[in-house]
């Protein structure tokens, strides 16, 4: 078991920073790739970044590469997500998940879901 707990989202305006964190308690957080799901208000639940069990390989949606940059701190049991140029199609509730099939853009492939922060970009 796996418990996952997201902080750090919040209301920015277009073009601001945020960066989300997602510690991680129970069984090895190493042993887990790690990724960011988010769901917009009446959308469905979409991919946006994942990492690697020790962080040598990432992958990002398109709509977000160049802007957000994933990452994690195994010593710590804490992934975050970097998120700059912020625009108002970021607004949703972000989520971080563990799989244990690797670095996946697909969300049932992960084993363990936070509870999701919301950031909501004005503009």
């Known amino acids: 078991q796996v418990e996952l707990v997201e902080s750090g989202g919040g209301l920015v305006q277009a073009g601001g920073s945020l960066r989300l964190s997602c510690a991680a308690s129970g069984r090895t957080f190493s042993s887990y790739a790690m990724g960011w799901f988010r769901q917009g208000p009446g959308k469905e639940r979409e991919f946006v970044s994942a990492?690697?069990?020790?962080?040598?390989?990432?992958s990002y949606a398109e709509s977000v590469k160049g802007r957000f940059t994933i990452s994690r701190d195994n010593a710590k049991n804490t992934l975050y997500l970097q998120m700059n140029s912020l625009k108002p199609e970021d607004t949703a509730v972000y989520y971080c998940?563990?799989?244990?099939?690797?670095?996946?853009?697909?969300?049932?492939?992960?084993?363990?879901w936070g509870q999701g922060t919301q950031v909501t970009v004005s503009s």
């Open positions: 990492i690697s069990w020790i962080g040598h390989v990432t």
């Open positions: 998940a563990a799989s244990s099939k690797g670095v996946t853009a697909d969300h049932w492939h992960y084993d363990y």
